[in-house]
């Protein structure tokens, strides 16, 4: 059986999450311009945004990969005393396990670039399982100026309980990250190191690969729904739709 790779990050994964009304304002726009009622989140994670989804009062259901990931998920929802179905499921098969299609399906913070996925597949399935006017909408933090000088390290967390590091090597298009999470404890004997590698894809190659899968992209560079931009935006976000 595979390894869940997120099993010794899930518990602490929510302290690098922080409120952000622009990214929520961003959502509510954009699945009020294509009249989204029903909603997969196929990356759900912790499930944050699975209850922010359904504050909104759409239709929402979530799947993930990670059996640790969906643990937590599941424990949010039923702190927050809802009734949100959840699934495991690869987003690269997606058919084998969701009969109905979906307003909008959601692969959120990098998830698709994972360097286990075969982009085009997920993408496709994604597409099955995706009603005709439907939305796929996916982003990441990679852009062409930031990739120009790509960066090595971000302290994402730091307070009195909990430290969290990235450092982030780069070799050909393959970016490694690894997270350094330190417990503060008088024994500092909670430390953990996590690595996880993705795949840097930029604006031409979402381009070619919209193309390949017959999706047209319509392509942000923040969540301020500024149109994207290679020599500024410092955020990429891609809502696709069938042709």
Same mark, same amino acid.
């Given at each position: 059986?595979?390894?869940?790779?997120?099993?010794?990050?899930?518990?602490?994964?929510?302290?690098?999450?922080?409120?952000?009304?622009?990214? !929520? /304002?961003? =959502?509510?726009?954009? $699945? +009020?311009?294509?009249?989204?009622? *029903?909603?997969?989140?196929?990356?759900?994670? @912790?499930?944050?945004?699975?209850?922010?989804?359904?504050?909104?009062?759409?239709?929402?259901?979530?799947?993930?990969?990670?059996?640790?990931?969906?643990?937590?998920?599941?424990?949010?929802?039923?702190?927050?005393?809802?009734?949100?179905?959840?699934?495991?499921?690869?987003?690269?098969?997606? !058919? /084998?396990? =969701?009969?109905?299609? $979906? +307003?909008?399906?959601?692969?959120? *913070?990098?998830?698709?670039?994972?360097?286990? @996925?075969?982009?085009?597949?997920?993408?496709?399935?994604?597409?099955?399982?995706?009603?005709?006017?439907?939305?796929?909408?996916?982003?990441?933090?990679?852009?062409?100026?930031?990739?120009?000088?790509?960066?090595?390290?971000?302290?994402?967390?730091?307070?009195?309980?909990?430290?969290?590091?990235?450092?982030?090597?780069?070799?050909?298009?393959?970016?490694?990250?690894?997270?350094?999470?330190?417990?503060?404890?008088?024994?500092?004997?909670?430390?953990?190191?996590?690595?996880?590698?993705?795949?840097?894809?930029?604006?031409?190659?979402?381009?070619?690969?919209?193309?390949?899968?017959?999706?047209?992209?319509?392509?942000?560079?923040?969540?301020?729904?500024?149109?994207?931009?290679?020599?500024?935006?410092?955020?990429?976000?891609?809502?696709?739709?069938?042709?």
């Amino acid at each position: 059986m595979e390894a869940d790779k997120y099993s010794n990050i899930a518990e602490t994964y929510d302290y690098m999450l922080f409120e952000n009304t622009e990214r !929520e /304002n961003f =959502f509510v726009k954009i $699945f +009020d311009q294509y009249k989204v009622k *029903s909603i997969l989140d196929c990356a759900c994670g @912790t499930g944050k945004d699975l209850v922010f989804f359904n504050s909104l009062k759409y239709d929402i259901t979530g799947s993930d990969i990670s059996d640790s990931m969906l643990s937590m998920a599941q424990k949010r929802i039923e702190e927050n005393g809802l009734n949100i179905p959840l699934f495991k499921a690869d987003y690269q098969f997606l !058919e /084998n396990t =969701f009969t109905a299609k $979906f +307003d909008a399906i959601v692969c959120l *913070s990098n998830a698709i670039n994972d360097t286990e @996925t075969d982009v085009e597949k997920a993408l496709n399935s994604m597409k099955n399982v995706l009603n005709n006017q439907g939305i796929i909408i996916f982003d990441q933090g990679q852009t062409d100026i930031s990739m120009q000088n790509p960066p090595c390290h971000s302290l994402e967390v730091n307070n009195k309980d909990f430290s969290r590091l990235f450092t982030m090597d780069y070799k050909m298009d393959i970016m490694t990250i690894k997270i350094f999470d330190l417990v503060h404890t008088d024994s500092l004997k909670d430390f953990r190191i996590n690595e996880f590698k993705f795949k840097i894809r930029l604006y031409d190659d979402w381009i070619k690969i919209l193309n390949k899968v017959n999706l047209h992209g319509d392509y942000y560079g923040n969540w301020d729904s500024v149109s994207y931009d290679k020599q500024n935006s410092r955020r990429l976000i891609i809502v696709a739709k069938k042709k």
